[in-house]
């Protein structure tokens, strides 16, 4: 019944597309396999990008003061001869939806990794510890902490 409903949805072209598919489903995979190679290698190189960001940043951080809305330029100056050295290593990155890569610009691989001012700030924000008495920049209203992620277990829905 579910079977119909399906072929039914799919319609002619679905239909064809999906024969086709289970006619020569060897190439078709080795070429899907293929595709996603290419994508994970053009993904890797922001991904040790953003991790080494992630390093630098910790490593500078008891240097500066959090509470100074100056920080993250400061950072950024800090950081500049690093990122030089890092980019020139990264060749190529994901294009914006994800689906291919190309290879990359200065300006587009800051943008994608968060090397920039309001990036750095957002990673400041989630690196330091929070605490209740930090207030809010310009709000004068104590902070509220964050609460850690965890995934929506069988033990954390007993617990409801």
Known sequence: MIGILVDYLMGPLGRALESAYLRNALPASLLLLTWMGVVCWGLRGVIRLRQQLRGWVLELLPEH???D???PQR????LEPRWQAAAARVHYMPTRHGLWIRR????ALRAEVGFTAEGLARLLLRLAPLSQSQPVAGSGKPRQPLRPLRPAGAASRSRR
Do not use: G
Not at 75 to 78: P, R
């Open 69 to 71: 809305p100056e920080t």
């Open 75 to 78: 950072l950024l100056q800090a």
């Open 65 to 67: 003061d959090l509470a």
């Open 104 to 107: 990359t610009t200065p300006e």
